[in-house]
């Protein structure tokens, strides 16, 4: 029996009014894209009480993952598949979520390494107006971690250099686990450079240097041993990426002003609709 004959609720979500759009970005997943895919459709089925879409965003896949994609879209209505020919995670977010129409717009990674009981109090931060940027974060003295040392190690290093560098406040910049209010993605996606997996430390940087609120909620997390991130090429890249934006904020060239008003300011006219 599948676990989605547990719940008689998966079709809940075909409301006009999407509340989130959860996007899974996907390159190459066809060995675990179905059962990820269902997994999530059945929890937030029948524990999530918002409604919501799941949108499955490839981008660039050369195995079998579109086609599975196309299936799941058209096996279960609360989800969507979208295909990108241009690779890159961050790339495939930002497209995703620009067209989004949901209320909150958020994100998690296929290989499901974060609980996602974590996923509704992440989304209510947003949706009742507490916060406009929600991150789940390992390294919290409450979150619970399963992870090799040398990960372990390049991820608290990689923390370090941010605040030492960038001196931001959040804790855990590449949490596959993250969401944000449409009208904040909406000011801050133009300003983002980055189409890889930089893109997570960028918007956080900008949200927090445009005064947004940045809610953090720890998670229990355990480490995907098939994990298709290139860890010296990406590390590489994210430190070229930190310089960039520390050079770029040193010399004010990212104009942030007004963003946290503008956000408000918006919120309070859809909350009136």
């Not at 009014?17 to 997943?29: G, K, L, R, S, T």
């Not at 947003?126 to 789940?136: F, K, P, Q, R, W």
């Not at 390294?139 to 923390?159: D, K, P």
């Not at 940087?205 to 809610?215: K, S």
Request: with cysteine.
């Amino acid at each position: 029996m599948s676990t989605l004959d547990r719940c008689d609720s998966v079709d809940r979500d075909v409301a006009v009014d999407i509340a989130v759009d959860v996007i899974v970005p996907v390159f190459n997943e066809a060995t675990v894209l179905a059962r990820s895919i269902e997994q999530i459709v059945n929890y937030l089925s029948c524990n999530f009480p918002y409604t919501f879409k799941i949108t499955i965003a490839d981008n660039g896949s050369n195995d079998d993952t579109w086609a599975i994609a196309q299936d799941l879209a058209k096996r279960f209505p609360a989800v969507r598949a979208r295909h990108f020919d241009r690779k890159g995670r961050g790339y495939a977010l930002r497209a995703s979520w620009t067209m989004s129409s949901a209320r909150v717009v958020a994100y998690m990674d296929v290989d499901l390494s974060t609980d996602l009981r974590a996923f509704t109090p992440l989304i209510a931060a947003l949706l009742t107006g507490h916060s406009d940027v929600a991150i789940g974060t390992r390294l919290n003295r409450h979150s619970h971690v399963s992870r090799g040392l040398r990960r372990e190690i390049i991820s608290r290093t990689y923390n370090f250099l941010l605040h030492r560098i960038l001196h931001v406040g959040f804790t855990d910049a590449q949490c596959g686990f993250k969401a944000l209010t449409r009208l904040a993605a909406r000011e801050l996606l133009p300003l983002i450079e980055d189409n890889e997996w930089f893109f997570d430390t960028e918007l956080l940087v900008l949200a927090e240097r445009a005064g947004l609120r940045i809610y953090e909620i720890p998670v229990n997390w355990i480490d995907d041993p098939d994990s298709r991130v290139e860890i010296a090429k990406t590390a590489a890249s994210d430190l070229r990426g930190i310089m960039r934006v520390h050079s770029k904020l040193s010399f004010k060239a990212i104009r942030l002003d007004g963003i946290a008003e503008r956000s408000g300011r918006l919120s309070d006219v859809e909350d009136r609709k």
